[in-house]
């Protein structure tokens, strides 16, 4: 190993994880095969019953993991926090994972070129159970006055420098939007967001999704942050709202020719025409419905 390698950082990868054995290792396999050297995995495992204590066993030295009951997602996020040692932290739950290999290798190298960013976020590819890809979500460069309407800055596509985060790093209240209530908060003490041009990470679309199960707790959520932080939609919320996702999806669609060949979590392809055309004729928020006949 260089000298060069050895003064570069280390990287944390946080996982909070519950009965979801079924996709935890495409998590796992898509840390493991990162080109970047230096990087812990630490899994927080909630006392799975479905198998997942018998995965995290077999992946050996790679990954740092206890299963133990806890509070909720957000309270394994913190207690993966402090079990954690990295100057780089990442958040990937364990249904979602990285989209290639060398996702850490690049942000490693943002940070390295750009020292006064605290936050580096990318571009989210949301795939289905199987682990086609659904669409592509193109995320803006930042905007603080964008954030304050909507969190379009994805969980699992972030990397965030330790030394803007307190512990807990996350609030323990919020058991849906604990992310985004980051995102303000870090954002209101100063800290520097930056976009990475690529795609980052993906975001599984599956029936026991929080979206999917607890979404008055999102509405709650919501709610509650714009008391805490003055999030909110000003005038005409609808109109930009639509417009909001319209152009991401539009977006969206550049990004479908720098899709490598090798996935770090998948080995099922997606046809790009396929993808086009949800990305070009989905105009709302709802899931489309065509992806499941696709025979990849």
Same mark, same amino acid.
């Given at each position: 190993?260089?000298?060069?390698?050895?003064?570069?950082?280390?990287?944390?990868?946080?996982?909070?994880?519950?009965?979801?054995?079924?996709?935890?290792?495409?998590?796992?396999?898509?840390?493991?095969?990162?080109?970047?050297?230096?990087?812990?995995?630490?899994?927080?495992? %909630?006392?799975?019953?479905?198998?997942?204590?018998?995965?995290?066993?077999?992946?050996?030295?790679?990954?740092?993991?206890?299963?133990?009951?806890?509070?909720?997602?957000?309270?394994?996020?913190?207690?993966?926090?402090?079990?954690?040692?990295?100057?780089?932290?990442?958040?990937?739950?364990?249904?979602?994972?990285?989209?290639?290999?060398?996702?850490?290798?690049?942000?490693?190298?943002?940070?390295?070129?750009?020292?006064?960013?605290?936050?580096?976020?990318?571009?989210?590819?949301?795939?289905?159970?199987?682990?086609?890809?659904?669409?592509?979500?193109?995320?803006?460069?930042?905007?603080?006055?964008?954030?304050?309407?909507?969190?379009?800055?994805?969980?699992?596509?972030?990397?965030?420098?330790?030394?803007?985060?307190?512990?807990?790093?996350?609030?323990?209240?919020?058991?849906?939007?604990?992310?985004?209530?980051?995102?303000?908060?870090?954002?209101?003490?100063?800290?520097?967001?930056?976009?990475? %041009?690529?795609?980052?990470?993906?975001?599984?679309?599956?029936?026991?999704?929080?979206?999917?199960?607890?979404?008055?707790?999102?509405?709650?959520?919501?709610?509650?942050?714009?008391?805490?932080?003055?999030?909110?939609?000003?005038?005409?919320?609808?109109?930009?709202?639509?417009?909001?996702?319209?152009?991401?999806?539009?977006?969206?669609?550049?990004?479908?020719?720098?899709?490598?060949?090798?996935?770090?979590?998948?080995?099922?392809?997606?046809?790009?025409?396929?993808?086009?055309?949800?990305?070009?004729?989905?105009?709302?928020?709802?899931?489309?419905?065509?992806?499941?006949?696709?025979?990849?």
């Amino acid at each position: 190993m260089s000298a060069r390698s050895d003064k570069r950082p280390l990287v944390s990868i946080l996982t909070p994880s519950y009965n979801q054995a079924e996709w935890l290792s495409d998590n796992l396999r898509s840390v493991a095969c990162q080109t970047y050297p230096h990087i812990e995995h630490v899994v927080m495992d %909630g006392g799975s019953t479905d198998g997942s204590v018998g995965i995290l066993e077999a992946a050996g030295d790679s990954v740092t993991w206890r299963s133990e009951p806890d509070e909720g997602q957000s309270h394994a996020i913190n207690k993966a926090f402090r079990a954690s040692s990295g100057e780089i932290i990442g958040w990937i739950n364990s249904d979602d994972a990285y989209f290639d290999c060398r996702v850490i290798e690049d942000v490693v190298a943002f940070f390295e070129k750009h020292p006064d960013v605290d936050v580096v976020y990318g571009h989210l590819a949301q795939i289905d159970t199987r682990g086609t890809i659904i669409w592509l979500n193109w995320v803006p460069g930042f905007s603080r006055r964008l954030l304050r309407i909507v969190n379009f800055i994805g969980q699992p596509v972030a990397f965030i420098r330790r030394r803007v985060l307190s512990d807990p790093m996350l609030d323990e209240s919020f058991h849906f939007t604990m992310d985004y209530e980051l995102w303000l908060r870090l954002q209101a003490g100063g800290a520097r967001f930056a976009r990475i %041009g690529r795609i980052t990470a993906v975001d599984r679309h599956q029936p026991d999704r929080k979206t999917e199960t607890i979404a008055e707790v999102m509405h709650s959520d919501i709610g509650r942050l714009a008391e805490s932080h003055g999030r909110g939609y000003p005038r005409g919320k609808r109109i930009l709202s639509w417009g909001f996702y319209t152009w991401r999806r539009a977006m969206g669609a550049l990004l479908i020719p720098r899709i490598p060949r090798e996935l770090a979590f998948t080995d099922a392809r997606t046809s790009k025409w396929a993808l086009l055309r949800r990305q070009l004729l989905s105009w709302h928020k709802k899931w489309p419905t065509d992806w499941d006949a696709e025979k990849e």
